[in-house]
């Protein structure tokens, strides 16, 4: 991850503003200073040493730490995390997405998994234990009659039901082997806190040792070396992945979790002793980012779906994604650690067949919403049975959004993609009628053009695949996939496309996606292509410059530099303007989190007064009017700059991670 400036003060922010000052410092001077020992850091940040090793210790608690031993002087050398560090801003979205796929119960594990950082099982166990031995010694105090047998029912030692997540040992247990098998929780092992260099250089020095003790020499033998690097960095990887191996040796226990999973949770009956092995107490488990990412995408591209098809072609598509990335443990597979691996980790997330959507799809969703009728004669046949059996070529997603030549043709909203399940690709078997194929969205068809589940069905997968964004692909009879890398590229491109039009317009958006299309414009060239007055078209282009969303390059018309003869070229640079774009983000989450700092020194009093515990949930009718009103226009700003952090995090995601 390339690090900047903003996005080193932003981690900083981030760790002072959960884990306090001192760690805070120690990790801003391992970002500026880079890998450092003890003493360099003694020297560095004027701490005593007791100090730094209680920063340190914290920093290593929650993973945002790589330390090594040095073999010279036997020291330990320590470098800064900084995606950990970042990933701390996501802790919301990942509780929102766990408590999405697996209930409260499990949101709450993964809750304390976060604020303990890496954690044995056996710590976490009698964490929960203690939990629940008060809840329930507080419910017998509360009610000492309530364990008395009911003479009515005849049901006897039934205390009230507790009010939290967790009920008993059991299905903590379960809980945690749910969340292992999803890969949301990894294993700390030896090598979890090397850097990725260290790793790679560990292991290509031990597979020169064993296989090449006289060196590299040909071609031939390169590719072999690299590999055998290859292979050996897949085995550290899996390493964290030990539970989950052992956890899917138990089949029983699997079986029996899907089924309750499609029968019991729903209905409101956990999972309290599936059969599940009893874990390692002595095991180190933390939260795997990798793998949670890969669940935001898939919640962002269904908000994507949603915003184009409606609602409940993006329920389909988002279980098409479930059932996908299932077995997909990372967004951007490694150029150097997954090189021919002969796995769909690497080839691809695989593909779904008709029948698995059908079962993972609830009873009780209607498919026949969100799609327009036509006649059976109205549609190519042609068109919707073609099938793609490889992806997109790289040219296709490289090029940028399309303007069909004449300058109105940016001005739609690409909202009508979801009315075109029949595509015009080939030469259609159908007539026409005066004004096109007449599609309705009326109950009054006909009983022919009535379809069964698997038709409607397919009819929601063609709009996904048949759209512009091409949301998935038609990759074998019956057989869908997704292109996740063109795909979050049109994301992306959407996102920077809704920061160009806010900053400069429409008619601004509308002179990028111009060059875009045609490529380099001439400045004298442009006016006419975009049907604006030229001083409008400067003024424009200049704005848009300011903001790094088009680029000027000056072509001399012989060897001699003179201004006055020379072409000036208007292109789009969609790779810098990502780059600035992120770049942008990075600082505006870090003024909004300094806005806020400086927020809470203003209002320092009452904030401090409502920590108090005769105050704390009572302030509309304890606190003053006066002082009340502070505190409400401090949440209210708090809430709104919160926002603001979450929806460029959304955008960074977007061009960096996804």
């Known amino acids: 991850m390339l690090v900047t400036k903003q996005l080193a003060e932003l981690c900083s922010l981030l760790i002072d503003e959960l884990y306090g000052e001192l760690p805070s410092r120690i990790f801003a001077t391992l970002v500026n200073r880079g890998r450092s020992s003890l003493p360099q850091l003694v020297q560095h940040t004027a701490m005593t040493p007791r100090q730094l090793k209680h920063g340190l210790a914290v920093l290593l608690q929650y993973n945002l730490l790589y330390y090594s031993i040095d073999p010279d002087t036997e020291l330990a050398i320590y470098e800064a995390n900084i995606e950990f560090a970042y990933n701390l801003i996501r802790t919301g979205k990942i509780l929102e997405m766990v408590e999405g796929s697996f209930g409260a119960p499990a949101k709450d594990v993964m809750q304390n998994l ?31 009659f309530e364990l008395e047998t009911n003479g009515v029912n005849g049901d006897a030692h039934q205390p009230k039901k507790l009010d939290i997540p967790i009920k008993s040992m059991g299905q903590l247990n379960s809980v945690i082997c749910r969340l292992v098998e999803a890969e949301l929780i990894d294993v700390v092992h030896s090598r979890t806190f090397q850097t990725p260099q260290d790793i790679y250089k560990a292991v290509e020095q031990q597979v020169s040792d064993s296989h090449f003790p006289g060196g590299v020499k040909g071609g031939k033998a390169k590719i072999e070396f690299q590999e055998k690097v290859a292979e050996g960095l897949r085995k550290v990887r899996a390493e964290s992945k030990s539970l989950k191996r052992k956890l899917d040796q138990n089949v029983s226990a699997v079986k029996r979790r899907k089924l309750l999973n499609g029968l019991g949770v729903a209905n409101g009956v956990h999972d309290e002793d599936g059969g599940d092995p009893a874990l390692d107490p002595k095991q180190v488990i933390r939260i795997n980012y990798e793998k949670c990412l890969v669940d935001l995408r898939n919640r962002r591209l269904v908000q994507f779906a949603t915003d184009m098809f409606g609602e409940t072609t993006a329920y389909v598509y988002g279980v098409l994604l479930k059932i996908l990335t299932k077995k997909l443990p990372r967004c951007r597979l490694d150029p150097v650690m997954d090189l021919a691996e002969d796995n769909d980790e690497v080839h691809g997330p695989g593909f779904v067949t008709m029948d698995e959507i059908l079962d993972n799809l609830k009873t009780g969703i209607d498919l026949s919403l969100g799609l327009g009728k036509v006649e059976k004669g109205g549609v190519s046949t042609t068109a919707a049975e073609k099938v793609e059996e490889q992806p997109p070529k790289k040219k296709l997603f490289v090029e940028e959004a399309e303007v069909d030549g004449d300058a109105s043709a940016d001005e739609d909203d690409g909202g009508d993609d979801s009315s075109s399940s029949g595509d015009s690709e080939s030469e259609t078997e159908y007539k026409p009628a005066t004004n096109g194929t007449k599609v309705t969205f009326a109950d009054t068809a006909t009983k022919e053009i009535r379809l069964d589940r698997p038709g409607q069905l397919r009819q929601h997968l063609l709009l996904l695949s048949e759209s512009d964004q091409r949301f998935a692909r038609h990759c074998g009879p019956q057989e869908w996939t997704v292109d996740f890398i063109p795909l979050v590229r049109v994301l992306a491109q959407a996102e920077l496309d809704t920061v160009i039009e806010r900053t400069s317009g429409r008619q601004g958006l509308r002179l990028v ?146």
């Open 513 to 658: 996606r111009i060059l875009r299309a045609k490529g380099k414009l001439d400045e004298k060239a442009l006016p006419n292509v975009a049907l604006m007055r030229k001083p409008e078209v400067q003024q424009k282009m200049l704005e848009m410059q300011t903001a790094g969303f088009v680029h000027v390059q000056e072509v001399p018309r012989d060897n001699k530099a003179d201004v006055k003869k020379s072409f000036f070229l208007w292109f789009s640079d969609v790779n810098r303007s990502f780059d600035r774009l992120l770049d942008t983000s990075y600082n505006t989450m870090l003024r909004c989190i300094q806005v806020l700092e400086r927020l809470r020194q203003k209002e320092k009093e009452v904030l401090m007064l409502t920590k108090r515990t005769d105050v704390k949930g009572r302030e509309r009718d304890v606190m003053r009017k006066e002082y009340f009103e502070r505190y409400s226009r401090f949440r209210e700003n708090e809430k709104k700059l919160f926002a603001q952090v979450m929806r460029l995090d959304d955008v960074v995601a977007v061009l960096r991670d996804f």
């Open 114 to 144: 976060l604020l303990l950082g890496q954690t044995r099982v056996s710590d976490l166990y009698q964490a929960y234990a203690k939990k629940i031995e008060q809840a329930t010694k507080a419910v017998i105090d509360d009610d000492p």
